[in-house]
């Protein structure tokens, strides 16, 4: 007669099936992203806290550092005399007053112009007249910041140590740049864990092996990345398009009729399951950590692309291995959707939002902090 099957034996055999589906899977997200250093779930404040003051300025820096985001998000450029410095467009023309300054180059790339040129721009005063209800006097003026510039304000707040989290942007433009952003860092002893000071036994993320994540769309600049910098954690970041992941659909925006570029790009999808799959694959074989989907959101916006952080993709992904962190969300309800799809972090332009919705909640309002910053 067999033994009688005991609720203790049921018990202990549900835990050695979890335990082994477990060894079969690997470690989940939450422990991929401790062994990297990285924050589980991670605010990522993208070009700063760009919702509330001019992108990519001291302003969005100093503030999203003082929220207490754990990642400073930047697009590196490198100046026409070889100074890498934070912009996203390849050209000045929306977010400074080039066309007053140098009316005859205003259409020329940001790299066609020295660091000193640059340094004249006025970086702050587009965002006023754009978001008349976020405008501050103390905007105007605002100045084009370099990594060296954007590294001091990630170590100059005590109580909080964010890292960087940097984009090699266009980086065909920039042959070489992995390598000089690998000088830069290790000359500003930003390739080592920095250690704790004091009797604080946890790393600040700004101060442990995550301090630095390396992202970028292009695969040439992910292989030189991780030439460059094996030991840093990297991004493969993920779009439906041109150079990126091949669509199902080749109808331009032009051709399909759709009202604007949220609307074309929330039907666009990869060509295949196995599209997707092997883009990630490739992140994987290429020493990524994880990869940076776009996200389609609710209320549209010129930042709302193809969802790739369908639950899917996600699972897929950590399938492998990898980490997901989504790319760019601002409102509650799509943190709540890409957080329910399983996403590891969020770049967001509202680093305040997301760490209300993260119940982490800033000590006090950006509008105070900004404040308390001289803005
Ligand atoms: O870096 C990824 C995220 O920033 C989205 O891309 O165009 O804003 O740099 P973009
Ligand atoms: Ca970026």
Do not use: C
């Not at 390739?191 to 036994?201: D, F, N, W, Y």
């Amino acid at each position: 007669m067999p033994a009688p099957f005991t609720k203790r034996a049921l018990l202990l055999s549900l835990m050695l099936g979890f335990a082994q589906a477990q060894a079969a899977s690997g470690p989940g997200p939450v422990a991929l992203a401790a062994e990297s250093g990285i924050p589980h779930p991670a605010v990522i404040a993208h070009r700063g806290a760009s919702y509330d003051a001019p992108e990519s300025t001291a302003a969005a820096y100093r503030a999203a550092r003082d929220l207490g985001a754990d990642y400073l998000e930047m697009d590196l450029q490198r100046s026409k005399d070889g100074v890498l410095f934070a912009l996203h467009d390849n050209n000045l023309q929306r977010t400074t007053d080039v066309a007053t300054k140098f009316p005859e180059r205003k259409d020329s790339p940001a790299n066609a112009f020295t660091m000193a040129e640059l340094k004249t721009l006025d970086a702050g005063s587009w965002f006023n007249a754009a978001y008349p209800d976020r405008a501050r006097p103390s905007f105007v003026g605002l100045k084009i910041l370099t990594l060296d510039e954007i590294i001091d304000i990630a170590q100059a707040n005590p109580l909080h140590k964010p890292g960087l989290y940097i984009e090699t942007k266009e980086p065909k433009q920039f042959p070489g740049i992995e390598r000089d952003l690998k000088a830069k860092l290790q000359d500003r002893g930003w390739l080592i864990p920095a250690g704790a000071k004091g009797k604080r036994k946890e790393l600040a993320v700004g101060q442990g092996k995550g301090r630095v994540v390396l992202q970028t769309f292009e695969k040439s600049s992910l292989e030189l990345l991780e030439k460059e910098m094996p030991q840093v954690p990297k991004i493969l970041l993920l779009w439906v398009g041109e150079g990126n992941i091949e669509p199902k659909s080749k109808v331009s925006f032009a051709e399909s009729g759709d009202k604007d570029h949220a609307a074309y790009y929330a039907r666009q999808e990869p060509k295949s399951k196995a599209e997707f799959q092997q883009w990630v694959d490739y992140a994987k074989a290429q020493g990524a950590i994880g990869t940076g989907p776009s996200a389609a959101l609710t209320h549209g916006g010129d930042q709302s692309y193809a969802d790739l952080a369908k639950p899917w993709m996600n699972q897929y992904t950590h399938d492998q291995g990898l980490l997901v962190h989504v790319y760019t969300v601002d409102d509650a309800v799509d943190y709540q959707k890409v957080m329910a799809a399983g996403v590891d972090g969020i770049f967001t332009n509202r680093a305040s939002e997301l760490l209300k919705f993260y119940k982490r909640p800033a000590a006090a309002s950006v509008g105070q902090i900004l404040q308390n910053n001289g803005y």
